[in-house]
């Protein structure tokens, strides 16, 4: 009997190292839609590219190790070719991140095999063009082991996505050359979480006094870097990449570059109200669009920042 349990207990250490505890597949299908949409909080509207009718496209989150089966349909009404780059994915530029043709559906699997967060963009030519009308969005591989002194539990998440806003109609050549960039676009709108510098901005980011506030940071700007700074507060732990074992602490300033990602933790102060301004502190983006307001109060939405509210809007 006892020999009989010990082979068994082999037998369940063997199965526990060969498979991954977590992994699963995960679909996910995107449409690619070219919308009108407004960019900023007063509802200005351009015709932007999309995934899914929104900017960002939808949050894609699975954990370390799972299989991503994606599904990429351009939508017949559509008048231009689109793609798929999953910066998470390790695959062939040519097969799997090929533009499809309006009407064109197209399937690819990735494993999703370093923890952190991921831009995904479209690919296809002018990648500037597709990519400052805003065909982008992040993927978010949660770590396998889950959290750990390293990588602590937050007790809110937000997805911040940066992007350019251009003037309509500004040629490819003009977007390489940053000519008739207007704004910079925070989950789609110009100043859309900041009430201080757009008295028609009506959301913020919350938390209450205390919390451990988790903010994953997407640069989707086509050519400068993102220099992301907690107004009134320092990072606790950033991880570069998302990566919990990139961290460094104590931070004023973090570097992303373009079509990059990082996760920043900011804790709070306990017993008393106080605001942040998540800012990317080139000053050109920053007054142009590039700052949200996290207001830590005890009568913080208790949705914000939890399940699908961690992307607000
Ligand atoms: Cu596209």
Same mark, same amino acid.
């Given at each position: 009997?006892?020999?009989?349990?010990?082979?068994?207990?082999?037998?369940?250490?063997?199965?526990?190292?060969?498979? +991954?505890?977590?992994?699963?597949?995960?679909?996910?299908?995107?449409?690619?839609?070219?919308?009108?949409?407004?960019?900023?909080?007063?509802?200005?509207?351009?015709?932007?590219?999309?995934?899914?009718?929104?900017?960002?496209?939808?949050?894609?989150?699975?954990?370390?190790?799972?299989?991503?089966?994606?599904?990429?349909?351009?939508?017949?009404?559509?008048?231009?070719?689109?793609?798929? /780059?999953?910066?998470?994915? $390790?695959?062939?530029?040519?097969?799997?991140?090929?533009?499809?043709?309006?009407?064109?559906?197209?399937?690819?699997?990735? =494993?999703?095999?370093?923890?952190?967060?991921?831009?995904?963009?479209?690919?296809?030519?002018?990648?500037?063009?597709? $990519?400052?009308?805003?065909?982008?969005?992040?993927?978010?591989?949660?770590?396998?082991?889950?959290?750990?002194?390293?990588?602590?539990?937050?007790?809110?998440?937000?997805?911040?996505?940066?992007?350019?806003?251009?003037?309509?109609?500004?040629?490819?050549?003009?977007?390489?050359?940053?000519?008739?960039?207007?704004?910079?676009?925070?989950?789609?709108?110009?100043?859309?979480?900041?009430?201080?510098?757009?008295?028609?901005?009506? =959301?913020?980011?919350?938390?209450? +006094?205390? =919390?451990?506030?988790? $903010?994953?940071?997407?640069?989707?700007?086509?050519?400068?870097?993102?220099?992301?700074?907690?107004?009134?507060?320092?990072?606790?732990?950033?991880?570069?990449?998302?990566?919990?074992?990139?961290?460094? =602490?104590?931070?004023?300033?973090?570097?992303? +570059?373009?079509?990059?990602?990082?996760?920043?933790?900011?804790?709070?102060?306990?017993?008393?109200?106080?605001?942040?301004?998540?800012?990317?502190?080139?000053?050109?983006?920053?007054?142009?669009?590039?700052?949200?307001?996290?207001?830590?109060?005890?009568?913080? /939405?208790?949705?914000?920042?939890?399940?699908?509210?961690?992307?607000?809007?």
């Amino acid at each position: 009997m006892q020999l009989f349990l010990r082979s068994l207990s082999a037998i369940a250490l063997l199965l526990a190292i060969s498979t +991954p505890a977590h992994a699963k597949t995960v679909n996910v299908a995107m449409t690619v839609k070219e919308v009108d949409l407004p960019v900023d909080n007063k509802g200005t509207v351009q015709t932007m590219w999309t995934y899914d009718g929104t900017i960002p496209g939808p949050i894609v989150r699975v954990t370390e190790g799972d299989t991503v089966k994606f599904t990429l349909t351009n939508d017949p009404a559509n008048k231009n070719s689109h793609s798929m /780059d999953f910066h998470a994915a $390790i695959v062939d530029v040519l097969d799997e991140f090929a533009e499809i043709k309006p009407g064109g559906t197209k399937n690819f699997s990735f =494993e999703a095999k370093y923890p952190g967060a991921f831009i995904y963009h479209c690919g296809a030519s002018s990648m500037a063009e597709h $990519i400052s009308r805003g065909m982008y969005g992040v993927i978010i591989g949660d770590p396998k082991e889950g959290f750990s002194a390293a990588y602590p539990k937050p007790d809110r998440e937000y997805v911040l996505v940066q992007g350019d806003l251009f003037r309509q109609g500004t040629s490819v050549d003009d977007l390489l050359d940053g000519k008739n960039w207007i704004g910079a676009l925070i989950n789609g709108k110009v100043f859309r979480y900041d009430p201080v510098h757009d008295s028609n901005a009506s =959301e913020t980011l919350q938390a209450k +006094p205390g =919390e451990r506030v988790r $903010i994953f940071y997407v640069n989707a700007g086509i050519n400068d870097s993102v220099a992301l700074h907690p107004i009134a507060g320092i990072w606790d732990r950033v991880y570069d990449h998302g990566n919990p074992r990139n961290v460094t =602490e104590g931070v004023q300033t973090f570097l992303i +570059p373009p079509a990059s990602a990082a996760t920043f933790d900011l804790l709070t102060p306990a017993g008393r109200a106080s605001n942040n301004a998540i800012v990317d502190h080139a000053m050109r983006r920053a007054l142009r669009g590039a700052i949200s307001v996290l207001m830590t109060n005890e009568d913080a /939405d208790p949705t914000l920042g939890r399940g699908d509210r961690i992307l607000v809007r």
